[in-house]
């Protein structure tokens, strides 16, 4: 597992051993990797909840036409050739 340092103030260190210690973490560390997990999937699962409702308010479904089946062939093949465009640049 990669590691990252961050300095906060002394006020924070505190707050987050206490929430640590409450919440029965093994330690701060422990603490502030569940609550950034808990966090990132909190930010999902509302990019998620927030795509369903486009979805559904975006009126009833209606059948693929070729037109349609090409247009998404024509947008994955521009996002693959994206994706190698991005990994021989580096």
């Given at each position: 597992m990669g590691s990252i340092v961050l300095n906060v103030s002394p006020e924070?260190?505190?707050l987050i051993a206490k929430s640590a210690e409450a919440e029965g973490a093994l330690n701060s560390e422990d603490?502030?990797?569940d609550f950034v997990t808990d966090a990132l999937q909190a930010r999902a699962d509302a990019q998620?909840?927030?795509l369903?409702?486009?979805s559904v308010e975006s009126g009833d479904a209606t059948p693929m036409t070729k037109d349609d089946?090409?247009?998404l062939h024509r947008q994955l093949e521009e996002h693959i050739a994206?994706?190698?465009d991005r990994?021989?640049?580096a």
């Open positions: 924070l260190e505190s603490w502030l990797v998620l909840e927030a369903l409702l486009e089946w090409q247009d994206g994706q190698a990994k021989y640049a």
